[in-house]
T-cell receptor, first 114, second 112 residues
Framework: NAGVTQTPKFQVLKTGQSMTLQCAQD?????MYWYRQDPGMGLRLIYY???????DKGEVPNGYNVSRLNKREFSLRLESAAPSQTSVYFC?????????????FGNGTRLTVT | RKEVEQDPGPFNVPEGATVAFNCTYS??????FFWYRQDCRKEPKLLMS???SGNEDGRFTAQLNRASQYISLLIRDSKLSDSATYLC?????????????FGGGTRLMVKP
């Protein structure tokens, strides 16, 4: 079972470049999320999508945009990368159990912005 | 005050030891609680949910104390393979559904 698949695994960008992180899940989950993880900061929610067709800001949305392309796919875009966006990015999904639904994570994308 | 707080550790324990972590949360309306495990440079993985009455899964026991707003994780008979960071996760009370808040994690190192 693939679960949650993220691409790419690694990326190096120069300041001002743009890129899109891709995420897909095959568990028929309604909700999808993008987190970033920085040393000493824990995981922080960037954006989430509670269901197909909806997206909402999380704790740290500035500098990012998202698209819920369909039920399976949720992409994260950096329009103009900044060194402060150097981080590890995780996509996650959860099922339809509402607040009792645990998250299933992808393998992460390690992004460095120089 | 952070919404979810954990002692970052590291907790260094010998194999076979019993170790316990606590996690405090600030939102009294929180309804769902989880412990995740994260290995170095890997994604977090669900270890166990935490139920109101407490629950056990093999060597792992989770407890919830709503009055004092904390959850705990007890690991008995520690194994080398238990070395990881343990993340406390709490569901926030929001109208948009399942929005989870993560603690910063507690690092456990089990030594031979």
């Amino acid at each position: 079972n693939a679960g949650v698949t993220q691409t790419p695994k690694f990326q190096v960008l120069k300041t001002g470049q743009s890129m899109t992180l891709q995420c897909a899940q095959d568990m028929n989950h309604n909700s999808m999320y993008w987190y970033r993880q920085d040393p000493g900061m824990g995981l922080r929610l960037i954006y989430y999508s509670a269901s197909e067709g909806t997206t909402d800001k999380g704790e740290v949305p500035n500098g990012y945009n998202v698209s819920r392309l369909n039920k399976r796919e949720f992409s994260l875009r950096l329009e103009s990368a900044a060194p402060s966006q150097t981080s590890v990015y995780f996509c996650a999904s959860s099922g339809s159990q509402g607040r009792n639904s645990p998250l299933h994570f992808g393998n992460g994308t390690r992004l460095t912005v120089t | 005050r952070k919404e979810v707080e954990q002692d970052p550790g590291p907790f260094n324990v010998p194999e076979g030891a019993t170790v316990a972590f606590n996690c405090t949360y600030s939102n009294s309306a929180s309804q769902s609680f989880f412990w995740y495990r994260q290995d170095c440079r890997k994604e977090p993985k669900l270890l166990m949910s935490v139920y109101s009455s407490g629950n056990e899964d093999g060597r792992f026991t989770a407890q919830l104390n709503r009055a004092s707003q904390y959850i705990s994780l007890l690991i008995r008979d520690s194994k080398l393979s238990d070395s990881a960071t343990y993340l406390c996760v709490v569901n926030g009370d929001n109208n948009a559904g399942n929005m989870l808040t993560f603690g910063g994690g507690t690092r456990l190192m089990v030594k031979p």
